[in-house]
């Protein structure tokens, strides 16, 4: 396994690293997750993500108590705070109030004294971003978190945290969390170079559009049952006839390197110096075994022009 430093900080992590939304707690049988996240760590895998809100807080239980196996220094733990956890006022958000009792309860589920990184797992416009910035650098002073993160805010937004944080000496964000693959690609424009002008990393979700680029699906009509695509309303709009045409293009360009697609897709992501790790989900131990041979690939120049010739339309050019 290669490890990447994550952004300017001295932690390292996996280039693949095990997520658990949509898999973890419920959402698959118990056992087949406890075995993915074993498989995992002896493959190399020393990064595991997860949330307080997935499955309010079960998929917590399931990494933490599976974790409980394995040295604590041995691994990169996340997990994070924002979505509603209860149907109260404060039960939300990033006020003082609601980190401070979702960190605490997320630490007593997860079974462990710190956390490695604790993330904001949205903006939250109702309430000044010092609270939330001093309320974190006040875990990272009790010893509870390691290092802040952010998922899916935007450049001004992290921009105006790193500006708080530098003038009032407070911790500062080393990592983001977005979505990006070959089909969502928005944090090139923006979110990459801010990366690597401030030194956040990139720890990227959903890097095989939720199955579509494992070539899972064959035909926008006819989603499998038990797939992503089924189960997640958003995730419909991205199962069409186009980008099921491209992914079989694509799984032309990989069997020619002697990978999968999906492997081929991971690679194409870590093409990004910022990207320090790609978060896979896996509802079964074999697709983490899958997932992980692409960490170390290395794609050409000619590979990532014709890959790029498919992903614009060009398809004469990506043939």
């Known amino acids: 396994m290669h490890y990447r430093r994550l952004g300017r900080s001295g932690l390292k992590v ?46 917590e239980k399931v990494v933490g108590d599976t974790l409980k196996e394995y040295p604590r220094e041995s691994y990169v733990l996340a997990t994070k705070a924002f979505w509603p956890m209860g149907e109260g006022p404060n039960d939300r958000g990033l006020s003082r109030k609601h980190i401070m009792e979702q960190a605490h309860a997320s630490l007593k589920r997860l079974g462990t ?41 935007t450049a001004a937004q992290m ?11 407070l911790d500062k964000i080393v990592v983001n969390q977005p979505v990006y693959n070959m089909f969502n690609r928005y944090i090139e424009k923006d979110i990459i170079p801010l ?38 309303e958003t995730m419909r709009g991205a199962v069409t006839a186009e980008n099921i045409a491209k992914v079989k293009q694509l799984e032309g360009i990989a069997a020619e390197l002697d990978l999968t697609v999906g492997q081929l897709a991971l690679a194409w992501i870590l093409r990004q110096p910022n990207v320090a790790s790609a978060l896979v989900g896996a509802s079964r131990p074999e697709q983490v075994e899958q997932n992980v041979k692409a960490e170390g690939v290395k794609l050409a120049a000619d590979v990532l022009e014709r890959i790029e010739a498919v992903l614009s339309g060009n398809e004469a050019a990506g043939k």
């Open 195 to 232: 990366g690597e002008e401030k030194g956040i990393g990139q720890v990227v979700f959903s890097p095989l559009a939720q199955g579509l680029l494992t070539g899972k699906y064959k035909s926008a009509d006819d989603i499998p049952a038990d797939s992503r695509a089924a189960k997640v």
């Open 14 to 59: 996996s280039e693949i690293s095990l997520g658990s939304w949509l898999t973890y707690g419920g959402y698959v049988e118990r056992d087949n997750a406890v075995q993915s996240i074993r498989k995992a760590y002896d493959l190399g895998v020393n990064f595991f993500d997860t949330a307080n809100v997935y499955k309010q807080g079960e998929a």
């Open 113 to 153: 004294d710190y956390v490695d990184i604790y993330y904001c797992h949205r903006y939250d416009p109702e309430t000044p971003l010092e609270e939330t910035l001093r309320a974190l650098d006040d875990l990272i002073t009790q010893g509870k978190v390691l290092y802040i993160g952010v998922s899916e805010w």
């Open 159 to 169: 921009a105006d945290a790193l500006g708080l944080a530098e003038r009032y000496l």
